[in-house]
């Protein structure tokens, strides 16, 4: 999460595109998420399985907005279209970040 919120810093900050809040609640959120895992241990136990349902299923959908919002700001920074998800192979590498890293970064690096 942290690279994903350093990149999306560094992205906005060049061309100051706005709705970024709610990129940083999510970003926040998912780093608390892990380190409540962390200290809990499980969410399978009966006295947390309503939380837990509904910390993960929140988790999934701020994964996803994490990420299509940097896909975006990559697209937005180089000038290209982003109608129709254009941003799928942005979205697609950052998902499966340790291969995606190597394309998508030197293209990052290009845009400073």
Known sequence: MIYFLSIGEYLQGIRGISGHNFFRVNCFYLVMFTVLIAIVGDFASEEFLIVGLVSVAYALLAIVQVI????????TNERKELDNFK???EFMLLFFWPVGIWILQPRINKIS
């Not at 299509?68 to 697209?75: E, G, K, M, P």
């Open 87 to 89: 941003q799928r192979a």
């Open 68 to 75: 299509d919002h940097v896909a975006i700001l990559i697209r």
